[in-house]
Protein backbone atom coordinates (compact mmCIF):
# COMPACT_ATOMS: atom_id res chain seq x y z
CA UNK A 1 0.00 0.00 0.00
CA UNK A 2 1.33 3.31 -1.16
CA UNK A 3 2.17 5.91 1.80
CA UNK A 4 3.77 9.35 1.62
CA UNK A 5 5.49 10.80 4.87
CA UNK A 6 6.04 14.70 5.22
CA UNK A 7 9.50 15.46 6.94
CA UNK A 8 11.06 18.97 8.00
CA UNK A 9 11.54 21.75 10.59
CA UNK A 10 8.68 22.75 12.10
CA UNK A 11 10.01 26.18 12.82
CA UNK A 12 11.39 28.58 9.87
CA UNK A 13 12.41 31.87 10.86
CA UNK A 14 11.01 34.71 8.43
CA UNK A 15 13.26 35.57 5.25
CA UNK A 16 14.65 32.43 5.99
CA UNK A 17 14.04 28.94 3.36
CA UNK A 18 11.51 26.06 4.35
CA UNK A 19 12.61 23.16 3.14
CA UNK A 20 9.97 19.72 3.83
CA UNK A 21 10.78 16.38 1.90
CA UNK A 22 7.90 13.43 1.08
CA UNK A 23 9.43 9.86 1.20
CA UNK A 24 7.15 7.48 -0.93
CA UNK A 25 6.80 4.15 0.35
CA UNK A 26 5.10 0.60 -0.70
CA UNK A 27 5.65 1.83 -4.27
CA UNK A 28 8.28 3.90 -6.61
CA UNK A 29 7.71 7.64 -7.18
CA UNK A 30 8.64 6.90 -10.93
CA UNK A 31 5.76 4.92 -11.90
CA UNK A 32 4.55 6.14 -15.16
CA UNK A 33 1.61 8.89 -15.57
CA UNK A 34 2.10 9.80 -11.62
CA UNK A 35 2.60 13.32 -10.18
CA UNK A 36 3.69 14.23 -7.21
CA UNK A 37 2.31 17.29 -5.50
CA UNK A 38 3.02 19.45 -2.60
CA UNK A 39 -0.62 21.59 -0.79
CA UNK A 40 -0.85 23.56 2.31
CA UNK A 41 -3.72 24.76 4.84
CA UNK A 42 -3.13 27.58 6.75
CA UNK A 43 -4.50 27.22 10.05
CA UNK A 44 -8.33 27.30 10.20
CA UNK A 45 -7.80 27.94 6.55
CA UNK A 46 -8.34 26.23 3.13
CA UNK A 47 -6.26 24.65 0.60
CA UNK A 48 -3.89 26.00 -1.57
CA UNK A 49 -1.62 23.94 -4.51
CA UNK A 50 2.05 24.81 -4.45
CA UNK A 51 2.83 22.60 -6.93
CA UNK A 52 3.99 19.61 -8.57
CA UNK A 53 6.82 17.36 -10.11
CA UNK A 54 6.81 14.22 -11.76
CA UNK A 55 9.81 11.58 -11.77
CA UNK A 56 11.72 13.03 -15.09
CA UNK A 57 12.06 16.26 -12.82
CA UNK A 58 8.82 18.07 -14.99
CA UNK A 59 7.33 20.53 -12.87
CA UNK A 60 4.09 22.50 -13.01
CA UNK A 61 3.70 25.49 -9.82
CA UNK A 62 1.16 28.11 -8.56
CA UNK A 63 1.52 31.27 -10.40
CA UNK A 64 1.10 33.17 -7.11
CA UNK A 65 3.87 31.63 -5.79
CA UNK A 66 5.98 30.44 -8.33
CA UNK A 67 8.82 33.06 -7.79
CA UNK A 68 9.67 31.21 -4.34
CA UNK A 69 9.46 27.67 -5.20
CA UNK A 70 11.19 25.30 -6.09
CA UNK A 71 10.47 21.24 -6.16
CA UNK A 72 12.81 18.42 -7.17
CA UNK A 73 12.75 15.12 -7.13
CA UNK A 74 15.19 12.22 -5.79
CA UNK A 75 14.30 8.94 -7.37
CA UNK A 76 17.12 7.15 -5.63
CA UNK A 77 15.62 7.93 -2.24
CA UNK A 78 12.19 7.55 -3.57
CA UNK A 79 11.20 10.84 -2.16
CA UNK A 80 10.96 14.80 -4.07
CA UNK A 81 11.43 18.11 -1.76
CA UNK A 82 9.90 21.53 -1.78
CA UNK A 83 12.11 24.72 -0.96
CA UNK A 84 9.71 28.07 -0.17
CA UNK A 85 12.03 30.67 0.00
CA UNK A 86 11.51 34.43 1.66
CA UNK A 87 8.58 33.17 4.41
CA UNK A 88 7.04 35.31 6.17
CA UNK A 89 4.24 34.34 8.53
CA UNK A 90 1.74 33.74 5.96
CA UNK A 91 3.58 30.93 4.84
CA UNK A 92 2.61 29.21 8.50
CA UNK A 93 0.40 26.08 7.42
CA UNK A 94 0.37 22.30 7.56
CA UNK A 95 1.78 20.95 4.54
CA UNK A 96 0.97 17.48 3.04
CA UNK A 97 2.46 15.86 -0.12
CA UNK A 98 -0.04 13.82 -2.31
CA UNK A 99 -0.08 11.92 -5.51
CA UNK A 100 -2.13 12.63 -8.83
CA UNK A 101 -2.48 12.32 -12.61
CA UNK A 102 -1.72 15.23 -13.88
CA UNK A 103 -2.67 14.25 -17.75
CA UNK A 104 -6.42 12.81 -16.20
CA UNK A 105 -7.30 15.03 -13.59
CA UNK A 106 -5.03 17.17 -12.26
CA UNK A 107 -6.82 18.44 -9.27
CA UNK A 108 -7.89 14.70 -7.73
CA UNK A 109 -4.81 14.12 -5.72
CA UNK A 110 -5.64 10.45 -4.48
CA UNK A 111 -3.04 9.43 -1.53
CA UNK A 112 -1.94 12.20 0.94
CA UNK A 113 0.67 12.36 3.89
CA UNK A 114 -0.52 12.88 6.98
CA UNK A 115 0.79 16.48 6.72
CA UNK A 116 3.14 18.50 8.96
CA UNK A 117 2.96 21.60 10.72
CA UNK A 118 5.12 24.83 9.56
CA UNK A 119 5.94 27.98 11.99
CA UNK A 120 7.58 30.99 10.40
CA UNK A 121 8.39 32.65 13.42
CA UNK A 122 11.44 34.51 15.00
CA UNK B 1 -5.84 32.58 -10.04
CA UNK B 2 -8.86 33.00 -7.71
CA UNK B 3 -10.14 30.29 -5.72
CA UNK B 4 -13.17 28.68 -6.57
CA UNK B 5 -16.57 29.72 -4.96
CA UNK B 6 -18.10 27.49 -1.59
CA UNK B 7 -20.52 28.12 0.81
CA UNK B 8 -19.61 29.10 3.82
CA UNK B 9 -21.23 26.34 5.42
CA UNK B 10 -24.24 23.82 4.89
CA UNK B 11 -26.07 22.00 7.21
CA UNK B 12 -28.87 18.82 7.32
CA UNK B 13 -30.80 16.09 9.46
CA UNK B 14 -29.29 12.86 9.13
CA UNK B 15 -31.58 10.92 6.14
CA UNK B 16 -31.58 14.03 4.22
CA UNK B 17 -30.18 15.50 1.25
CA UNK B 18 -27.47 18.56 1.16
CA UNK B 19 -25.68 20.02 -2.21
CA UNK B 20 -22.56 21.88 -1.78
CA UNK B 21 -21.77 24.12 -4.54
CA UNK B 22 -18.46 25.30 -6.04
CA UNK B 23 -19.02 28.11 -8.92
CA UNK B 24 -15.54 28.93 -11.03
CA UNK B 25 -15.34 30.60 -14.25
CA UNK B 26 -15.10 29.42 -17.99
CA UNK B 27 -11.15 28.97 -17.48
CA UNK B 28 -11.49 26.50 -14.63
CA UNK B 29 -14.94 24.46 -13.65
CA UNK B 30 -16.23 25.55 -16.94
CA UNK B 31 -13.81 24.92 -19.26
CA UNK B 32 -12.51 21.07 -17.97
CA UNK B 33 -14.52 17.97 -17.17
CA UNK B 34 -11.84 18.32 -13.89
CA UNK B 35 -13.60 18.80 -11.00
CA UNK B 36 -12.91 16.91 -7.66
CA UNK B 37 -14.45 16.91 -4.45
CA UNK B 38 -12.43 16.52 -1.12
CA UNK B 39 -13.67 15.24 2.57
CA UNK B 40 -11.51 16.60 5.13
CA UNK B 41 -12.36 15.43 8.76
CA UNK B 42 -10.28 17.60 11.99
CA UNK B 43 -6.44 16.88 12.25
CA UNK B 44 -7.08 14.75 9.42
CA UNK B 45 -5.69 15.09 5.55
CA UNK B 46 -8.40 15.41 2.60
CA UNK B 47 -10.20 12.72 1.36
CA UNK B 48 -10.54 12.37 -2.56
CA UNK B 49 -14.45 11.29 -2.89
CA UNK B 50 -15.22 12.58 -6.53
CA UNK B 51 -12.90 12.86 -9.84
CA UNK B 52 -13.37 14.24 -13.08
CA UNK B 53 -16.65 16.08 -11.93
CA UNK B 54 -18.82 13.08 -11.15
CA UNK B 55 -16.50 9.36 -10.73
CA UNK B 56 -16.38 7.87 -6.82
CA UNK B 57 -12.66 6.42 -6.18
CA UNK B 58 -13.12 3.07 -4.95
CA UNK B 59 -14.69 3.29 -1.55
CA UNK B 60 -16.41 6.09 -1.65
CA UNK B 61 -20.11 5.15 -0.93
CA UNK B 62 -22.58 6.04 -3.78
CA UNK B 63 -24.84 8.41 -1.91
CA UNK B 64 -22.10 10.78 -2.40
CA UNK B 65 -22.33 12.21 -6.30
CA UNK B 66 -21.01 15.09 -8.61
CA UNK B 67 -22.09 16.60 -11.58
CA UNK B 68 -21.62 20.34 -13.20
CA UNK B 69 -23.87 22.68 -14.82
CA UNK B 70 -21.76 25.85 -17.01
CA UNK B 71 -18.98 27.16 -14.48
CA UNK B 72 -20.70 25.67 -11.25
CA UNK B 73 -19.81 22.19 -9.86
CA UNK B 74 -22.16 20.35 -7.44
CA UNK B 75 -21.46 17.85 -4.91
CA UNK B 76 -24.54 15.98 -3.75
CA UNK B 77 -24.94 13.45 -0.67
CA UNK B 78 -27.67 11.78 0.01
CA UNK B 79 -28.96 9.51 2.81
CA UNK B 80 -27.09 12.00 5.21
CA UNK B 81 -25.09 10.18 8.15
CA UNK B 82 -23.31 11.93 11.28
CA UNK B 83 -19.81 10.88 10.31
CA UNK B 84 -20.11 12.65 7.15
CA UNK B 85 -19.45 16.32 9.42
CA UNK B 86 -16.71 17.47 7.87
CA UNK B 87 -15.01 19.96 5.85
CA UNK B 88 -15.23 19.76 1.98
CA UNK B 89 -13.48 21.47 -0.90
CA UNK B 90 -13.49 20.95 -4.77
CA UNK B 91 -10.82 21.46 -7.31
CA UNK B 92 -10.23 22.37 -10.48
CA UNK B 93 -6.98 22.31 -13.51
CA UNK B 94 -6.96 25.71 -14.87
CA UNK B 95 -4.00 26.84 -17.05
CA UNK B 96 -1.35 24.83 -16.02
CA UNK B 97 -2.10 25.18 -12.84
CA UNK B 98 -4.75 23.75 -10.00
CA UNK B 99 -7.33 25.86 -7.85
CA UNK B 100 -9.16 24.78 -4.54
CA UNK B 101 -12.24 25.99 -2.87
CA UNK B 102 -12.73 27.72 -0.15
CA UNK B 103 -14.11 24.74 1.90
CA UNK B 104 -17.45 24.19 3.28
CA UNK B 105 -18.38 23.19 6.32
CA UNK B 106 -21.13 20.20 6.81
CA UNK B 107 -23.20 20.05 10.11
CA UNK B 108 -24.98 17.49 10.33
CA UNK B 109 -27.74 18.17 12.68
Known amino acids: QLQLQESGPGLVKPSETLSLTCTVS??????????WGWIRQPPGKGLEWIGS???????YYNPSLKSRVTISVDTSKNQFSLKLSSVTAADTAVYYC??????????????WGQGTMVTVSS | QSALTQPASVSGSPGQSITISCTGT?????????VSWYQQHPGKAPKLMIY???NRPSGVPDRFSGSKSGNTASLTISGLQAEDEADYYC?????????FGGGTKLTVL
Open chain 2, 26 to 34: SSDVGGYNY
Open chain 2, 52 to 54: EVS
Open chain 1, 26 to 35: GGSISSSSYY
Open chain 1, 53 to 59: IYYSGST
Open chain 2, 91 to 99: SSYTSSSVV
Open chain 1, 98 to 111: ARHHWNDDPGAFDI
